[in-house]
């Protein structure tokens, strides 16, 4: 079993939709959870991260955590053509350590 | 700021031959990390420093992989012998102690061993 799964897609949604991503990981202790976004052969950027439960909203970017259930999930309201890339969850290990899910495809049609 | 600078941004070489990727973090970072990115694997950490000290390298898939840090503006991750399936992009990130998650990573270079 992975560390991180992601759903590689890619998930199509249209236009003002919303788009939600889903990730689960494995390890109990995680502590922090981090969604990057990596447009198609640029390296990836960190556009949200959360520590506790419940929900965590940035303009149209909403992350949930649900530590109980291993995962988190992130949400983007009106989606937009340019919100199209590959989004990438990762999680804390040990140390200062990230793990990375190989990430999930988000295509917005107009 | 900068940024995080890497070189070269693309590398194509010959099975055998040696490989020396670089970079340059982000100043007053304490950490920089080393990663490589596969379609099939994802993205993998090789080795992080701290401070320029190798923190973990269980990453490292093999001898033939090495990486230095000889200073806080400087760093080289070193392939030798370089064999095809090394090929794939290398990037590294860089951030501080403050928030050692929030890592902001370099363009990569895209290695290619035929």
């Known amino acids: 079993q992975k560390e991180v799964e992601q759903n590689s897609g890619p998930l199509s949604v249209p236009e003002g939709a919303i788009a939600s991503l889903n990730c689960t990981y494995s390890?109990?202790?995680?502590?922090?959870f981090f969604w990057y976004r990596q447009y198609s052969g640029k390296s990836p950027e960190l556009i949200m991260f959360?520590?506790?439960?419940g929900d965590k909203e940035d303009g149209r970017f909403t992350a949930q955590l649900n530590k109980a259930s291993q995962y988190v999930s992130l949400l983007i309201r009106d989606s937009q053509p340019s919100d199209s890339a590959t989004y990438l969850c990762?999680?804390?290990?040990?140390?200062?350590?990230?793990?990375f899910g190989t990430g999930t495809r988000l295509q917005v049609t107009l | 700021d900068a940024g995080v600078i890497q070189s070269p941004r693309h590398e194509v070489t010959e099975m055998g031959q040696e490989v020396t990727l670089r970079c340059k973090p982000i100043?007053?970072?304490?950490?920089l990390f080393w990663y490589r990115q596969t379609m099939m694997r994802g993205l993998e950490l090789l080795i992080y420093?701290?401070?320029?000290?190798?923190?973990?390298d269980s990453g490292m898939p093999e001898d033939r992989f090495s990486a230095k840090m000889p200073n806080a503006s400087f760093s080289t991750l070193k392939i030798q012998p370089s064999e095809p399936r090394d090929s794939a992009v290398y990037f590294c990130?860089?951030?501080?102690?403050?928030?050692?998650?929030?890592?902001?990573f370099g363009p990569g270079t895209r290695l290619t061993v035929t």
């Open positions: 990130a860089s951030t501080t102690d403050r928030r050692p998650y929030e890592q902001y």
């Open positions: 390890d109990r202790g995680s502590q922090s």
């Open positions: 959360i520590y506790s439960n």
């Open positions: 990762a999680v804390t290990g040990t140390a200062s350590k990230l793990t």
């Open positions: 100043s007053g970072h304490d950490y």
């Open positions: 420093f701290n401070n320029n000290v190798p923190i973990d």
